[in-house]
């Protein structure tokens, strides 16, 4: 895939692209969010992951305008397709680490 886009498959077999957000996008979020979300560490990464499928099953995913569309997109990724981009996000962490741990030795 192109432009660090990654192809993730779900348990269920549903296919979501992975690309992560830009930093308009992510200032588009922060708007969306509003003064609390924006507050919330947690909550706010984890709006980021989800906010980064760019399509479910090949059909293109728009970038949420407001809370609804942000809900629906959750809705849509459902709890494995969550699953499938925390995995993804550990295996690069790990990944991280250990160059890190390479380079230190």
């Known amino acids: 895939m ?11 077999g549903k296919e979501l692209t ?5 930093p308009s996008e992510i200032l588009d979020l922060i708007l969306i969010c509003g003064p609390d979300g924006s507050k919330n560490d947690t909550y706010i990464n984890i ?3 989800w906010c980064s499928i760019r399509s479910i099953n090949g059909i293109p995913v728009p970038f949420p305008k407001n809370k609804n569309m942000l809900d629906m ?5 459902g709890m494995d397709g969550i699953k ?3 995995d993804y996000l550990v295996s690069i962490e ?11 030795n």
């Open 2 to 12: 192109n432009n660090n886009t990654i192809k993730l498959i779900c348990e269920s």
């Open 94 to 104: 790990s990944k991280e680490d250990d160059d890190i741990n390479i380079i230190k």
């Open 18 to 22: 992975y690309k992560e957000i830009t």
């Open 84 to 86: 499938s981009i925390e």
């Open 47 to 49: 709006v980021q992951q």
């Open 73 to 77: 997109l959750a809705n849509d990724i």
